[in-house]
Antibody, heavy 118, light 108 residues
Framework: EVQLVESGGGLVQPGGSLRLSCTASGFTFTSHWMHWVRQAPGKGLVWVAHINTEMTYTTYADSVKGRFTISRDNAKNMLYLQMDSLRAEDTAVYYC???????????WGRGTLVTVSS | EIVLTQSPATLSLSPGERASLSCRASQSINTYLAWYQHKPGQAPRLLIYDASNRATGIPARFSGSGSGTDFTLTISSLEPEDFAVYYCQQRSDWPPITFGQGTRLEIK
């Protein structure tokens, strides 16, 4: 089955760190750019970061630049988001999404919830 | 940053009716616009890309139109499963990739 499954969310204190994972299956992972998109409670979708297939090109939303790092392991079909210096405003459901060339998202996971609170 | 403004915020219609959702860009984005459907607890679903192309498996009752700054998603005859939140998204000038704030389509 073609799918993306996120994991790693949870409750973390402000200033803390968390690493999200996204497991890809059913398609050729190495052929696709990948993205993270988030949705704060009661709000809309917000793009977070992208990575190309060779891991040589990444981009970030200004709100997370310098704090979040996107990466991937093509041998394991895995996408990651390392989140450091977390803030309350980072509280959201985080989705991984597959890029269909280019910069549209044709496959999404169901998301993982990150709550930043003391 | 390109800002996308969707209207209305909420649209109340009955099954069988026609729905028209609007998305306006703060500057021209050619036809580099997509539409997504999102239901609570589910993964968002790509409906339309490049303003007017239906994604794989999307029913023909969904159609998209527009270019430049003004775009429309039309659902010709609403089915019960179509009630959801709809987002537009641009890829013309990125980063950042941006989404509209969403239109909630609810049952009247």
């Amino acid at each position: 089955e073609v799918q993306l499954v996120e994991s790693g969310g949870g409750l973390v204190q402000p200033g803390g760190s968390l690493r999200l994972s996204c497991t890809a299956s059913g398609f050729t992972f190495t052929s696709h750019w990948m993205h993270w998109v988030r949705q704060a409670p009661g709000k809309g979708l917000v793009w977070v970061a992208h990575i190309n297939t060779e891991m040589t090109y990444t981009t970030y939303a200004d709100s997370v630049k310098g704090r979040f790092t996107i990466s991937r392991d093509n041998a394991k079909n895995m996408l990651y988001l390392q989140m450091d210096s977390l803030r309350a405003e980072d509280t959201a459901v985080y989705y991984c999404a597959r890029d269909v060339p280019h910069q549209y998202f044709d496959l999404w996971g169901r998301g993982t919830l990150v709550t930043v609170s003391s | 940053e390109i800002v996308l403004t969707q209207s209305p915020a909420t649209l109340s219609l009955s099954p069988g009716e026609r729905a028209s959702l609007s998305c306006r860009a703060s500057q021209s984005i050619n036809t580099y616009l997509a539409w997504y459907q999102h239901k609570p607890g589910q993964a968002p679903r790509l409906l339309i890309y490049d303003a007017s192309n239906r994604a794989t498996g999307i029913p023909a009752r969904f159609s998209g139109s527009g270019s430049g700054t003004d775009f429309t998603l039309t659902i010709s005859s609403l089915e019960p499963e179509d009630f959801a939140v709809y987002y537009c998204q641009q890829r013309s000038d990125w980063p950042p990739i941006t989404f509209g704030q969403g239109t909630r389509l609810e049952i009247k």
